[in-house]
């Protein structure tokens, strides 16, 4: 098939599910065409039937906000004309499924059919289109693209409980490639963040305030009084600032170091013993998914799509927003022993095997030859 993926390049779950995504639908033989205003960045253009066409916006004086739905639109029509792309797969509802309906209409008045298959990632409903501003015009695009996925079945609730839907919703989950994770060499360099009996925390993602970073902090600030331990913070956002103010207050300079964002997560991951994940709300947890790949446990809320991915007393625990002292308790609880600790790095790789790439990349594909019929019936 000759798929066109629309996405967010950037540093963020929803990108990388859609470049992984391509990565082994191409794998497959598959021809795909990424469609978005930046090469997505775990995206290697060298690989067998991948294609990358960048939107640009030009910038005009008249215009307070540049018009970007236009130009994806606009890029659309132009590559599915160009290369008999048979499938628009978007990820993100905003505005991707938007720009994507633009686009099916305007081939249409030349006769050319395309399927679209909308991929809903979290914020695009929980957070960002939910708000009134946009609300008619997401459950607009909802409502007209011919297959929606949600990446949880909590997702899925929410968006028909705030959301007035009248299309079916399937659940495909995130997915992963566990052999990426696999640790391939015996020495994880983990000598290079901190001293042999050092315990390793790590929290990955943008710092935006749904990832509650302050929690983080805090919950480490308990867990090093009791054991030693290094917290890396992993990621660029809005709240490293506060976090950084919130390490020095509480003297924990030499213990916390903030890496900005990192192309090599799995390296990191490879000798981290434990991952934080306090979100306030969390449709999936991607990244708490390829913690638990890298063997490596993780303490989340219990938000969301989180029990859907992290389950109790196995790859790690999860509690209720903002109780960090049960967050610090849990993790004393895993770090606090070797055998333990062992224990749920074993449990968390096998819970990933469960989203495999292996396992979920099917779905996809029946999808599109589904929504493909769709049209020709
Ligand atoms: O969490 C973020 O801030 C990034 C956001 C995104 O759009 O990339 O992540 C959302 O999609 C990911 C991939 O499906 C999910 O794993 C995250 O849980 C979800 N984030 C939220 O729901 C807050």
Do not use: W
């Not at 469609?35 to 640009?56: A, G, M």
């Not at 995130?174 to 790590?202: G, S």
């Amino acid at each position: 098939m000759k798929i066109a993926i629309v996405c967010y390049p950037t540093f963020g779950g929803s990108g990388v599910v859609a470049t992984e995504l391509g990565v082994a639908l191409a794998e497959r033989g598959h021809e795909i065409h990424f469609v978005t205003y930046k090469q997505p960045v775990r995206l290697d253009l060298l690989s067998r039937n991948i294609h990358f066409h960048e939107v640009s916006v030009p910038q005009y004086p008249l215009f307070k906000y540049q018009p970007y739905e236009l130009a994806l639109s606009s890029k659309l029509v132009d590559t599915v004309k160009r290369f008999g792309i048979e499938v628009l797969h978007v990820h993100y509802a905003i505005p991707h499924a938007y720009a994507g309906y633009m686009a099916k209409q305007m081939l249409a008045e030349e006769g050319i059919q395309i399927p679209m298959v909308t991929t809903l990632h979290g914020t695009d409903i929980t957070l960002v289109g939910n708000h009134p501003f946009y609300k008619p015009a997401v459950t607009f695009s909802i409502n007209n693209s011919d297959c929606v996925t949600s990446v949880s079945q909590s997702l899925k609730d929410d968006t028909l409980r705030l959301f007035d839907i009248r299309n079916e919703i399937e659940v495909v989950p995130n997915f992963i490639n566990v052999d990426d994770y696999t640790n391939h060499f015996t020495d994880c360099q983990r000598d290079l963040m901190a001293l042999p009996e050092e315990k390793i925390i790590t929290h990955v993602s943008n710092l935006r305030p749904v990832k509650r970073v302050l929690d983080i902090v805090e919950i480490f600030n308990i867990v090093q009084q009791e054991i030693p331990s290094k917290l890396l913070i992993v990621g660029e956002g809005p709240e490293r600032e506060p976090a950084e103010a919130l390490v020095e207050k509480l003297g924990l300079k030499e213990r916390v170091i903030f890496f900005g964002n990192s192309h090599e997560i799995n390296k990191i991951l490879c000798f981290t013993d434990l991952f934080l994940l306090p979100s306030e709300k969390e449709s999936f947890g991607l990244a708490a998914l390829e913690a638990m790949a890298s063997g490596v446990p993780v303490i989340s809320t219990n938000t969301g799509g989180l029990p859907e991915v992290n389950i109790q007393g196995e790859s790690g625990f999860l509690s209720d927003v903002g109780n960090i002292t049960e967050m610090a308790a849990n993790a004393l609880k895993i770090l606090g022993d070797d055998d333990t600790l062992a224990r749920f790095k074993i449990k968390a790789k096998e819970t990933a095997r469960k989203f495999d790439t292996k396992t979920v990349v099917g779905q996809y594909e029946t999808l599109y030859e589904k929504a493909m019929a769709s049209l020709t019936v």
